[in-house]
């Protein structure tokens, strides 16, 4: 499974130079063919290139990493560093239940953003960091950036870096989805944070194959998880593996367990204080659909052949024109959570809160 993103022009790239051939599938899939699958997999690894192999399940979980991934939480709540207990804020005319709350959103793809948007839907203040050379796409913006403040910071530069640590260092929470690699190159880490954190943090880190084992460093996305546990191989029956009928599973699913996970350990410091590092993977995501167990065909022979449930949904307008998005999954019989509408292009805010 080789996968170049949404399209990320990097990966693109990256594939057709290994291979030297055209920028096609059929050229693609030639050279892919001359290669062991073992072989490929490691080689296309070690340059930093999605890949991976398609595992039936019960092979992922003799594989290191799925044995790893099986005995590892689905939503991993890690604590860091002491602290003292740092209360909800207690503001006039309270409204949600994470207001008053500052969230730096270092996140990219669905995953991610999808997390930080869920906390400015509860009412965070979320502040969206991206480079103005690595933007994603337009659709995924469009989807997951709703509620947020959207900043430029190009942390290649000395000056932009260190906003980025002052930010930080305000910040309750802390969210990304690159790389161990890339937070640690700008001294981004969790550890690193939650020192330099004026009442501790929460950070959050999401990843393909979790944070531990021979795959941890590896990049991937929802596919590749799908592909790697053995949902995509199940999913394909007698044929070749397929994808999730709406192509995307991990990846939302991700977001909201990284939501529920970041708000326990918000609770967890308020209750006892400290930093905290909450971690996911969108193959142990994707591992834990399977473990749900499956429905009898039988048993859907009368269902639709497409879906027929009228979606709820949120109109408002922007800088882009009339949006129309999905409503929030969730109500509350006590309270209703604020429309929050707002919706800028990547760079239109400053870096600050």
């Known amino acids: 499974m080789l996968e170049a993103g949404p399209p990320y022009a990097k990966l693109l790239k990256g594939y057709v130079n290994f291979f030297d051939c055209g920028d096609n599938k059929a050229s693609i899939a030639r050279e892919v063919a001359k290669w062991d699958s073992l072989e490929l997999e490691e080689a296309l690894s070690k340059v930093g290139l999605p890949a991976c192999r398609a595992f039936t399940r019960e092979q992922w979980l003799a594989h290191p990493q799925g044995k790893l991934l099986a005995a590892t939480p689905v939503i991993e709540i890690e604590k860091i560093a002491d602290g003292p207990k740092v209360p909800f804020p207690e503001l006039s005319g309270l409204v949600a239940p994470l207001q008053g709350l500052k969230v730096l959103d270092f996140t990219h793809v669905l995953a991610g953003p999808r997390s930080a948007r869920t906390l400015a839907e509860y009412g965070a203040e979320v502040m969206h960091i991206t480079s103005p050379t690595y933007p994603d796409t337009f659709a995924q913006h469009l989807g997951v950036d709703v509620a947020k403040r959207c900043a430029y910071l190009d942390l290649r530069q000395a000056a932009e870096l260190e906003r980025m640590h002052q930010l930080a260092s305000e910040a309750d929470v802390y969210t990304s989805t690159y790389r161990h690699s890339v937070n640690q190159r700008f001294d981004l880490l969790p550890a690193q944070l939650a020192a330099r954190s004026e009442r501790g943090i929460v950070c959050m880190t999401a990843n393909a194959y979790g944070h531990e084992g021979p795959w941890a460093e590896r990049p991937g996305f929802d596919q590749n998880g799908q592909v790697a546990s053995g949902f995509a191989a199940r999913e394909g029956g007698d044929g070749p593996p397929r994808f999730s009928p709406v192509f995307y599973l991990a990846d939302l699913m991700t977001g909201y367990f990284a939501a529920a996970g970041m708000m326990a350990a918000l609770l967890r410091r308020a209750e006892e204080g400290g930093s905290y590092h909450v971690k996911l993977s969108l193959t142990r995501s994707a591992m834990w659909v399977q473990e749900l167990g499956l429905l009898d065909i039988a048993l859907q022979q009368k269902l639709p052949e497409s879906d027929s449930y009228p979606a709820k949904r949120v109109t408002f307008d922007s800088v882009y024109g009339r949006i129309s998005n999905l409503a929030p999954p969730l ?23």
Not at 331 to 337: G, M, Q, V, Y
């Open 331 to 353: 109500t509350f019989s006590n309270f209703a959570l604020p429309a929050y509408h707002r919706l800028v292009p990547y760079g239109a805010d400053a870096p600050e809160w």
